[in-house]
T-cell receptor, first 112, second 113 residues
Framework: DAKTTQPNSMESNEEEPVHLPCNHSTISGTDYIHWYRQLPSQGPEYVIHGLTSNVNNRMASLAIAEDRKSSTLILHRATLRDAAVYYCILRDSPEYGNKLVFGAGTILRVKS | EAQVTQNPRYLITVTGKKLTVTCSQN?????MSWYRQDPGLGLRQIYY???????DKGDVPEGYKVSRKEKRNFPLILESPSPNQTSLYFC????????????FGQGTRLTVV
């Protein structure tokens, strides 16, 4: 599985945008970039995914570098409920069983 | 409400006493899997199932069994639990193996003494 690198932790103020970076320099052409988050005492929660183009949904935006060696998860207005561990995950083609390989992730702290 | 339900949420047991952690989803998902989460090791996949009666090993299957007799249920069985299976367990499901969005249960914290 291709490896991702994320900062251990980040801090943000409430109501401000947050940019969570992820490096994946060994990404292959078929790897999708997924983001999940895990709130305290809960199971992981899907946030967003993409392959080459930038993506938006109701939770966040995903900006993917042109060479695909890095990506950024953007929370447009952080709230206290966004405090969580955020995981950047690369996933192989689906025939490998849809396994998600979670790294250490980034602990996001949101200050009021 | 669409959800993945695990039971029990917390369990303390003794070495060697067989136990089952249940997992049920109400979304008619084909793909289900089990993960364990340990400090410093992240989440690791134990077993997965592509559909009814189809199961396969993940990265850390030793000491675990699963079954998939019906689409909605995917129980995790520990025939003879040992202390190194003390962990936080998550069940997950997705529509099928090609869909990126997986839904996770709330977790089962297991302690084996």
């Amino acid at each position: 599985d291709a490896k991702t690198t994320q900062p251990n932790s980040m801090e943000s103020n409430e109501e401000e945008p947050v940019h969570l970076p992820c490096n994946h320099s060994t990404i292959s052409g078929t790897d999708y970039i997924h983001w999940y988050r895990q709130l305290p005492s809960q199971g992981p929660e899907y946030v967003i995914h993409g392959l080459t183009s930038n993506v938006n949904n109701r939770m966040a935006s995903l900006a993917i570098a042109e060479d695909r060696k890095s990506s950024t998860l953007i929370l447009h207005r952080a709230t206290l409920r966004d405090a969580a561990v955020y995981y950047c995950i690369l996933r192989d083609s689906p025939e490998y069983g849809n396994k998600l390989v979670f790294g250490a992730g980034t602990i996001l702290r949101v200050k009021s | 409400e669409a959800q993945v339900t695990q039971n029990p949420r917390y369990l303390i047991t003794v070495t060697g006493k067989k136990l089952t952690v249940t997992c049920s989803q109400n979304m008619n998902h084909e793909y289900m899997s089990w993960y364990r989460q340990d400090p410093g090791l992240g989440l690791r996949q134990i077993y997965y199932s592509m559909n009814v009666e189809v199961t396969d090993k993940g990265d850390v299957p030793e000491g675990y069994k699963v079954s998939r007799k019906e689409k909605r249920n995917f129980p995790l069985i520990l025939e003879s639990p040992s202390p190194n299976q003390t962990s936080l367990y998550f069940c997950a499901s997705s529509l099928d193996s090609s869909v990126p969005e997986a839904f996770f249960g709330q977790g089962t914290r297991l302690t084996v003494v």
